[in-house]
């Protein structure tokens, strides 16, 4: 079992930045791919950054060049740096972990953190 603990979310201006945490309680360097997932009210969970076991970083387009994901394995951690925020990226941000097992593979949720961008 893997718990995820999101920390860091809050309001601020448009334009301005967050920095997302996300502890894990195992070994993240073991999981497969961890990622970052705002779900807005009414709308679907989406992902919008993930990286893999061997720290390749995928991005959407709405996203790209403002938002960077990292990890540090040391502390079993994902980040997730937000610049130039806009309105739009208001949600509460999940951060998840697929792990792979001997006979499976699951995907874990954190709780959420909210983000906030104010016009």
């Known amino acids: 079992q893997v718990q995820l603990v999101e920390s860091g979310g809050g309001l601020v201006e448009a334009g301005g930045s967050l920095s997302l945490a996300c502890a894990a309680s195992?070994?993240?360097?073991?999981?497969?791919?961890m990622g970052w997932y705002p779900q807005a009210p009414g709308k679907q969970r989406e992902m919008v950054a993930d990286?893999?076991?061997?720290?390749?970083?995928n991005y959407v387009d709405s996203v790209k060049g403002r938002f960077t994901i990292s990890r540090d394995n040391a502390k079993n951690t994902l980040y997730l740096q937000m610049n130039s925020l806009k309105p739009e990226d208001t949600a509460s941000y999940y951060c998840?972990?697929?792990?792979?097992?001997?006979?499976?593979?699951?995907?874990?949720w954190g709780q959420g953190t909210q983000v906030t961008v104010s016009s």
């Open positions: 998840s972990a697929v792990v792979d097992y001997t006979l499976s593979r699951r995907q874990y």
């Open positions: 990286i893999t076991r061997d720290g390749f970083a």
């Open positions: 195992g070994s993240i360097s073991n999981f497969r791919v």
